[in-house]
């Protein structure tokens, strides 16, 4: 794609408003950092296979979106902020002609070229097959990471990790993903023999790995589940509640736009910060740690991507 540099004016038109200060979290780091250390973290979630901007159609999100924007958005950031990590939380695939036709490879290509970080599975990734999987994220220059699927008996074994560990300017950075219980939502013959894990147990053992054995200062959950249901079923919210050793869930599904990240505290009371921006690409989410005294403090917005 060619994407050309943004003017200031160009950029701040694409700025949200809303933001929140997060509170420092007590002692939750593996190593004390002797002079502040600031990180960005982007995401996006339920992208949908939206390349194009909406239509001007007069519809709710004439203009809003576009995978070429979100790119000149990023790249601003990236030149205004040393240290930038960039997320998905699932369903990248399905919604538009571009999967239909592809199968997948626009997007993964797409996001290769902005440069994410890392991505989790959303039940729409599913929807070509466990087969078309193991092609379009082969393409992939970035990891997908699952924790709670079981893919050791079909082809996608080997293909996807639980979790990935990023280090900047000397803070570590563990990353996990989790998906959503394919029963009654994926077409069997589309996930096959997958297995799918507990999430709770599965955060809990892999957070606690993250936090002790990889001595990471920060811990961050991908997580396709869902940001809050009414029933029993395991959403961000109830994750955060039952687990220990989570900082930030960034979450996917439910569609869900928060103008800021939500703090639900964990069992041990200190405060998990909850995000999710939406669908389609029309927003992209921006998250400012800073780093300082073993503490970290956060700040949060959702950028709103138009023309």
Known sequence: MDVSASTRR??????GTAAVIGAATPDLLACVHKQPVRLTILHTNDVHSRLDPFPMDGGRNAGKGGVARRATLIDQI????????LFDAG?????????????????ILAMNRLGYDAGTLGNHDFDGGVDNMVTQFGKATFPMLIANYDFKNTVMDGRTKPYKVFEKDGIRVGVFGLGIKP???IPKDAYRETVYLDPVETATTTAQQLRQQERCDYVVCLSHLGYKYEGPTISDTVLAGKTRNIDLIIGGHTHTFLD????INNLD????????VGFAGINLGRLDLTFERGKASLSGQSLEIKA
């Open 10 to 15: 160009d950029f701040l038109k694409l700025l």
């Open 78 to 85: 990236r030149k205004q902020e040393k240290n930038v990590l």
């Open 91 to 107: 369903d990248i695939f399905q919604g538009t002609p571009y999967f239909n036709l592809y199968k997948g490879e626009p997007e």
């Open 183 to 185: 029963e009654g939502l």
């Open 260 to 263: 800021a990240p939500v703090a």
């Open 269 to 276: 009371g200190f405060p998990v910060w909850v995000n999710q």
